[in-house]
């Protein structure tokens, strides 16, 4: 049974720091790509980051990029999307979904997903 489970998130001041875990169970990542998508209240879910089956990584907002890494860790069966410099717009609830091989920066085509981890930036 393939499942995604998200942890890592709570509520962090602004500059802070999380690390999100995404563990893969029911399949092994050498043939999938992970994405990290976040969705705001009220706003779509877009993606963040993702990491392919080659280890390819892929931004997906430029707003992101010096703040937020992804790496995964075949051993664990884990990705990891590790976040700094927090803003309160990077509140939201974060997802990650699963799809073959290479990353794509449309929620629709990722076949399965976590069930989120909420992360709130406040002081």
């Known amino acids: 049974q393939v499942q995604l489970v998200e942890s890592g998130g709570g509520l962090v001041q602004p500059g802070g720091s999380l690390r999100l875990s995404c563990a893969a169970s029911?399949?092994?990542?050498?043939?999938?790509?992970i994405g990290w998508f976040r969705q705001a209240p009220g706003k779509e879910r877009e993606e963040v980051l993702c990491?392919?089956?080659?280890?390819?990584?892929?931004f997906y907002t430029d707003f992101l990029k010096g703040r937020f890494t992804i790496s995964r860790d075949k051993a664990k069966n884990t990705v990891y999307l590790q976040m700094n410099s927090l803003k309160p717009e990077d509140t939201g609830v974060y997802y990650c979904?699963?799809?073959?091989?290479?990353?794509?920066?449309?929620?629709?085509?990722?076949?399965?997903w976590g069930q989120g981890t909420q992360v709130t930036v406040s002081s």
């Open positions: 990491v392919d089956s080659s280890d390819t990584t892929s």
């Open positions: 029911g399949f092994t990542l050498d043939n999938y790509a």
């Open positions: 979904g699963r799809r073959p091989l290479y990353c794509y920066p449309d929620a629709a085509s990722y076949n399965y």
